[in-house]
């Protein structure tokens, strides 16, 4: 997604194209519901306020505007846009930093599922993550991709419990 990132900082918004790859990068069938329910302003004009958005309220609701754009996705364009100052709410991500953080009290006041936050709840996240990714990781992103994929790896329905359900299964 580096060119988007690129891309979005030279022209100052987003092109329908890169807007999409991003949702469809978080979540396909949101964006095609989001495609197909589209209207109001163009997406150049509502990625355009949402890049001269001062505060990260003010850009958090730009595109929260979106009909059928929540905060998992909008956290996916946020990290896409300014990836040293917001990261992905994810499940897989938002679980691994529960098991590296559970001791810590700045957690404590997260809901540990990604659908019940709200605003404030993921500003604490991104808070959170951006102070606990120095002592683990080169950057934001690179620490976002390590709690995904430690999760998928060893969490839930991760490869781990894939891979014992499937040696346990009797062979033909």
Known sequence: ?????????????LTPSDFFAIVFWKRKPSGVKIASEW?????????????NAKTREEKLDKLRSIKGVGIAIASAILSVCYPEEFT????????????KEEQKCSISNLPKKAEKFKYSDYFNYVDICKEVWKSHSSSLR???RSLWAMDWLEGEKGLSEIVESYKKKPKR
Not at 88 to 99: E, G, H, P
């Open 39 to 51: 209207s109001g302003p163009s997406i150049e004009e509502i990625t355009k306020e949402f890049y």
């Open 88 to 99: 992905i709410l994810d499940y897989r991500a938002l679980n691994s930093l529960w098991k």
């Open 142 to 144: 690179e620490f976002d």
């Open 1 to 13: 997604m580096g060119g988007v990132y690129n891309k979005f900082h030279k022209d100052g918004e």
